[in-house]
C-alpha cells in the first residue's frame, strides 16, 4: 500500500525501491508484481511492464488489472495472439463468481486452506464449475495429495478438453507421481498448439529427464537459456542434468552462474555441495555465511545454505561448526516435514503379521514369473548406488532409477478406506485376499510402469531404498526377481542421511530420533524377511564391498545368476546417468574415504548411539 501511494503521488522511483523491499521479504506476492508493473506503466517502459505483469498473472491468473493491462501491452507491442489470450481471461475472470476470484488469490497468496473452505463452499452450489473443480485440484497439489487432485483434474478436462491450464497442471500431478511418461504426452498436446510455452518447454525437460532422455532435456534448458540467459532456476535446473550426464565441469559452471544471478540462491550453493566433490573458496564460504545470517534470507533458501555450509566446513576439518549447521538445517528442514514415525513401525508390525513363512508357502507359483528386476533396497546413504553402477556396468544389465512403481501399486491396494489415526489400513492386510491372477496382474502392471524407463538388456535395476517395506508384495507378484540389501554401518548410515538434504521424500532423515527409530525398523523387518522368505534376500554389507571389492562382486552377480564380467570391477568407467546424490563419488574408483567419516562427528553424535541402542555395532 505504501508503494501504490507512492506510484499516485508520481514518486515512481520510491514506489519501485519499496517494492523491492517488499520482493526481498515475500517474493513470491503476486500483487508486487502487479505493482511493479504498474509503476513501469507510469514510466512508460513497456518492456519491463510487460515481464512484470507476466509474472503477476504466472504468480496468480485471478488478478483481473494485470491481464487487463496485459491486453492493451500486447496490443501496442503488435503481439495479438498474446493480446487475444489475455482478453480471454479478463472475460473468464468477468464470468467467474466473486467468491472464486476471492479463491484464487488466497490460494495465490498462500492461503491453502481458507482457499480450500471457501471452494468447497461454492461447489456445493455449483458442483460443475470448472475453475472451482481446477482450484480444488490445484490446492490438492500442493498440499501433496496427488491422486484426488488427478481425479479433479481429468473431470475439468472431460468438460474442457481445450483448458490448456488445466491440462498443464494435469500434467503436473502425472510428475509429482512420477509417471513421466503420460506427463510428456500431456505436455506435448499443449506444445502442439502453443509451441512457445516456456513454462511447458521447462516442465517437458523434467520429464524427459526422468525418463532418462538426458540429452534432449539439456538441449531444451539450453534453448530456454538463450532466450532468458539471467534466469536462475534454469541456470540450475541444466546444472542437474549436466550432473546426472556426468559433465561436472559444465555442471559447476551453472550452479555458480544461478548462485551469482541470485546472490542468496540456497539451493545452488547446496547443488555445488552435493557434487560430494566439490571444495568451496574462501569468497564463497563468505558469501554463504552471509547469505544464511541475512534476516531476508528465506526459509528454503536458509536450510539449503546450512547443509551446504555444513559440507564445505567439513571438508575443511572445522567439525563443531560443520555440526551446527547441519544441526540447524535439520532443524529448519523438519518445520515444513509432516513425518510420524508411528505409521511406518505399525505397517512394519503389519507386514510381519501378514507375511509369514506359512503365508508365502501357500502362494508358491504365484505371480509372474519373469526374471528382469533386480530390487535394490535398504536405506538412503547405505551403497546402493554402487551396487547399481557394479551391476550395471554388466552387459545383461541396466540401471534405471528410483522407480516409483511399487509405490504406486501399493497406493492402489490401500485404496482410501483409511481412519483418520490411519490405524486400520487396507494394505498390507489386503494380500490375503489376492488371487494367483491378481498377483500376476501386479507383476505386470510393474513391468509395464517400468518399461519407459528400460531398454534393451534382459535385466534392469530397481534401486528405490524404500522397496524394503515391501518385500512382501514383490516376493508374490514377481517371485523370480533378485533382492539384495544394501546395508551400512548403522552410525555411518544414519549421520549420513542426517547430512544430507533429499530432493524429495526421506523425511524421516531431518532429526536424529526419527533416524534411529526408522533404522531400528528397517532392521527388524529385514530380519522378518529373512525368516519368512530364507534366502530371497542377499544382504550386501558396504563396508566389504570396500575392503573386498572382487569376492563381494562375484557373490552378488552369483546370486543374480550373472556371468563374471571384469568390468563389473571398473564399474567408475561405465558411463551411464546417474540421479542419485552419490553420482560423482561412484564415478571414481572405490576407496575408503567415507567409511568411518561419522566419527569426525562422534562427540555430538551421543543421542545417536543412544537411540540405536547400548551397543550401536550390534543393530548392523
Known amino acids: ?10 514518486r515512481i522511483e520510491d514506489a519501485l525501491a519499496t517494492l523491492d523491499r517488499l520482493e526481498a521479504f515475500h517474493p513470491r506476492y503476486p500483487r508486487l508484481f502487479q505493482e511493479r508493473g504498474h509503476c513501469h506503466v507510469a514510466r512508460r517502459t513497456a518492456a519491463p511492464a ?19 493491462t496485459l491486453q492493451a501491452l500486447y496490443r501496442m507491442a503488435g503481439r495479438h495472439a498474446d493480446s487475444d489470450n489475455a482478453a480471454d481471461n479478463v472475460a473468464r475472470l468477468k464470468n467467474m463468481p466473486p467468491d472464486l476470484v476471492t479463491a484464487y488469490s488466497m ?25 472451482g473443480i481446477r482450484l480444488l485440484a490445484k490446492i490438492g497439489i500442493d498440499q501433496g495429495v496427488l491422486d484426488d487432485a488427478q481425479v479433479l483434474l481429468e473431470a475439468v478436462l472431460a468438460m474442457a478438453p481445450d483448458h490448456h491450464a488445466a491440462r498443464y497442471e494435469y500434467a503436473v500431478a502425472l510428475l509429482e507421481q512420477h509417471q513421466h511418461m503420460r ?51 534454469l541456470h540450475l535446473a541444466l546444472g542437474h542434468a549436466l550432473k546426472t550426464r556426468g559433465s561436472q565441469r559444465e555442471a559447476i559452471a551453472n550452479y555458480r552462474a544461478a548462485a551469482s544471478l541470485r546472490p542468496r540462491f540456497g539451493e545452488a550453493y547446496w547443488s555445488l555441495a552435493n557434487l560430494k566433490t566439490y571444495e568451496f573458496g574462501d569468497d564463497e564460504l563468505g558469501r554463504m555465511r552471509a547469505a544464511e545470517a541475512e534476516p531476508m534470507t528465506q526459509p528454503v533458501d536458509r536450510y ?35 513425518y510420524r514415525p508411528e505409521s511406518v513401525e505399525r505397517e512394519a508390525t503389519l507386514q510381519a503379521a501378514v507375511c509369514t513363512r506359512e503365508f508365502f508357502a501357500a502362494r508358491r507359483g504365484f505371480g509372474c514369473k519373469s526374471r528382469a528386476p533386480i530390487f535394490i533396497v535398504g536405506l538412503p546413504r547405505s551403497g546402493s548406488t554402487l551396487l547399481e553402477q557394479i551391476l550395471a556396468s554388466h ?29 486400520n489400513p487396507r494394505y498390507p492386510g489386503i494380500l490375503r485376499e489376492l488371487s494367483a491372477e491378481q498377483l500376476e496382474r501386479c507383476g505386470e502392471e510393474y513391468l509395464a510402469g517400468s518399461r519407459p524407463y528400460r531398454g534393451g538388456k534382459p535385466r534392469f535395476i530397481d534401486k528405490m531404498p524404500n522397496n524394503f517395506r515391501h518385500i512382501g508384495l514383490i516376493h508374490l507378484m514377481l517371485p523370480n526377481a533378485k533382492i539384495i540389501d544394501a ?35 528397517y532392521v527388524g523387518l529385514m530380519a522378518h524377511w529373512e525368516n519368512a522368505l530364507p534366502g530371497a534376500v542377499l544382504r550386501v554389507q558396504h563396508e566389504d564391498v570396500v575392503g573386498n571389492l572382487e569376492v563381494q562382486v562375484r557373490r552378488i552377480l552369483d546370486f543374480c545368476e550373472l556371468e563374471f564380467e571384469p568390468r563389473c570391477l571398473e564399474f567408475h568407467a561405465t558411463e551411464r546417468r546417474v540421479h542419485t546424490a552419490s553420482s560423482e563419488q561412484v564415478r571414481r574408483p572405490i576407496n575408503r574415504q567415507g567409511v568411518d567419516q561419522w566419527r569426525h562427528f562422534e562427540p555430538w553424535l551421543g543421542p545417536l548411539k543412544s537411540a540405536l541402542g547400548l551397543d550401536a555395532q550390534a543393530i548392523a
Open 1 to 10: 500500500m505504501l508503494a501504490v501511494g507512492q506510484r499516485i503521488l508520481g
Open 50 to 68: 510487460i515481464e512484470a505483469f507476466e509474472r503477476a498473472v504466472h504468480l496468480n491468473p485471478a488478478l483481473p488489472a494485470s491481464w487487463s
Open 107 to 131: 490460494y495465490a497468496d498462500g492461503e491453502l486452506v481458507q482457499s480450500e473452505q471457501l471452494v468447497r463452499r461454492l461447489l456445493m452450489t455449483r458442483p460443475n464449475d470448472v475453475e
Open 183 to 233: 506427463a510428456q504426452e500431456e505436455l506435448s498436446r499443449i506444445l502442439a498448439v502453443d509451441p512457445g510455452n516456456r513454462l511447458c518447454r521447462t516442465t517437458l525437460a523434467t520429464a524427459w529427464l526422468g525418463l532418462g532422455e538426458v540429452d534432449r532435456a539439456i538441449a531444451v534448458y539450453r534453448q530456454l537459456l538463450a532466450e532468458a540467459p539471467r534466469d536462475p532456476e
Open 304 to 338: 539449503h545454505l546450512c547443509f551446504a555450509l555444513g559440507k564445505a566446513l567439513e571438508d575443511r576439518g572445522e567439525f563443531a561448526d560443520s555440526f551446527a549447521c547441519y544441526a540447524r538445517g535439520n532443524a529448519l528442514k523438519k518445520l515444513e516435514c509432516r
Open 395 to 423: 552387459s545383461l544389465v541396466e540401471g534405471t532409477t528410483e522407480l516409483e512403481e511399487v509405490t504406486r501399486l501399493v497406493g492402489k491396494l490401500q485404496g482410501r478406506q483409511v481412519d483418520a489415526a490411519g490405524a
Open 487 to 521: 546395508r551400512r554401518e548403522p552410525m555411518a548410515c544414519c549421520f549420513s542421511n542426517f547430512k544430507q538434504l533429499f530432493a524429495a521424500g526421506q523425511q524421516f532423515t531431518y532429526a536424529i530420533e526419527d533416524i534411529a527409530r526408522y533404522y531400528r525398523s
